[in-house]
């Protein structure tokens, strides 16, 4: 695998994470206005999609209708989508020094499409790392989600599950157990909270851990 380039990156990029219904959107948006509240420029954006062609990608491979998608298919798609992010937003925004906070990243094809689909993390992880030029979160916050919860909280309203979704509950079951796998292997990387805590104590304890972060980089470049 490549390393990470360290780059002239000045920006702070934070991941979240977790199966689907975990409130990884809730928790991005409390954690744009807290920063942005303190007048930091704060970019939020999703994956797959992010760019035009990223969310072309995205109808791609999340609508029914597109016919038999095979799993080394459904893991490129999601890697094309993520390099073309990773070229056209993640990194400009790193450069000019913005908190970058991005819906699901690498983590997510690890999990669904190595650990869930069956190819294998390790080989997930490297065309990923490829996509991207090696660019990692600097944080990742994961919330921990039961499948069956997670299944219960996104259809509440009787919301529609696209093509991944829709999978069994051992499909969202190894794909929980993936995510812990990646956060367990880096600690300090990792933020990972149980996602049917309470949204406001979710926010507080994110919120305090990028504040960390944040101080950190102010005393490194002091
Ligand atoms: P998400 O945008 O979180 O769904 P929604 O906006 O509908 O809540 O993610 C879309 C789905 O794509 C989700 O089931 C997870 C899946 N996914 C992968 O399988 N691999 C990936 O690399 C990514 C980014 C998402």
């Known amino acids: 695998m490549t390393t990470q380039t360290p780059g002239p990156f000045r920006g702070l990029f934070i991941a979240f994470e977790g199966g689907d219904g ?19 420029t704060v970019l939020r954006t999703r994956e797959p999609g992010g760019t035009p062609i990223g969310e072309k990608l995205r109808s791609l491979v999340l609508d029914h209708g597109h016919g038999h998608i095979d799993a080394h298919t459904e893991a490129l798609i999601f890697a094309a989508s993520r390099a073309a992010h990773a070229t056209q ?19 997510s094809s690890v999990a669904y499409q190595g650990a869930g689909r069956h ?3 390790e080989a ?37 599950e696209d093509r991944l979704e829709s999978e069994a509950d051992e499909f969202h079951a190894r794909i929980r157990a993936a995510f812990l796998a990646l956060a367990a292997a ?32 102010q005393g490194s470049s002091a």
Request: charged share 25%.
């Open 22 to 40: 975990a409130g990884k959107s809730t928790q991005a948006a409390e954690l744009a206005g807290a920063l942005e509240s303190r007048g930091l």
């Open 89 to 107: 937003v993640l990194r400009p925004a790193l450069e000019r020094g913005e908190v970058v906070l991005t819906d699901r990243y690498v983590d």
């Open 119 to 121: 190819l294998g993390t």
């Open 124 to 160: 997930v992880a490297g065309i990923n790392d490829w996509a991207t030029s090696g660019l990692q979160p600097d944080l990742t916050v994961l919330l921990d989600v039961d499948p069956a919860d997670g299944r219960r909280r996104r259809t509440t309203g009787n919301a529609a």
């Open 186 to 217: 880096r600690p300090q990387k990792y933020l990972v909270l149980a996602a049917d805590l309470p949204v406001q104590e979710l926010a507080v304890q994110i919120l305090e851990r990028v504040a960390a972060l944040l101080a950190l980089r």
